[in-house]
């Protein structure tokens, strides 16, 4: 059991938050067989193509703090799978270009409903003074993280 002491700490509540979003997402996500960081870039991707924007191996990286091994590794998966395309630069062998396949975007929304679901589910009883206020204070948290804001 957890002592007083324990329960008090914010790193407490942070880890708990973390570790049960983290299950939540990754077993709805594990239905479509795919990891929770490979439906993440998934979803990056899309809304980078949307977006008009190019993407590029280190946005990647800096996007999912990932080193670029790890990086290809997911879009490797993600390939395998059918959910993109990936082409390379006939004038430049380090470049590349990614696609989201249809099947892909179908995911992309279903991957979309889990995360919001998961949100919905978190927010439950809150009034939205209180959800108003719950994003003021963890955007203040998340830009006390030197490495991401």
Same mark, same amino acid.
């Given at each position: 059991m957890f002592s007083g002491s324990e329960r008090d700490?914010?790193?407490?509540y942070i $880890? *708990?938050?973390?570790?049960?979003?983290?299950?939540m997402s990754?077993?709805?996500i594990k239905a479509y067989g795919l990891t929770n960081q490979q439906g993440h870039l998934l979803g990056i991707i899309n809304n980078r193509i949307e977006s008009g924007n190019e993407i590029s191996r280190r946005f990647l990286e800096e996007v999912m703090h990932l $080193? *670029?091994?790890?990086?290809?590794?997911l879009l490797h998966g993600l390939e395998e799978k059918g959910y993109i395309q990936r082409t390379v630069s006939n004038c430049d062998r380090r470049c590349f270009s990614i696609t989201v396949t249809p099947k892909g975007k179908a995911l992309v929304k279903e991957i979309h409903n889990v995360f919001l679901e998961t949100e919905l589910k978190l927010q439950e009883?809150?009034?939205?003074?209180?959800r108003e206020i719950l994003k003021d204070l963890l955007i203040r948290l998340y830009l006390n993280i030197p490495h991401l804001s």
């Open positions: 700490s914010l790193s407490y $880890r *708990g938050i973390f570790h049960g979003l983290y299950y990754d077993e709805k $080193r *670029g091994p790890s990086v290809t590794s009883g809150m009034t939205p003074e209180e």
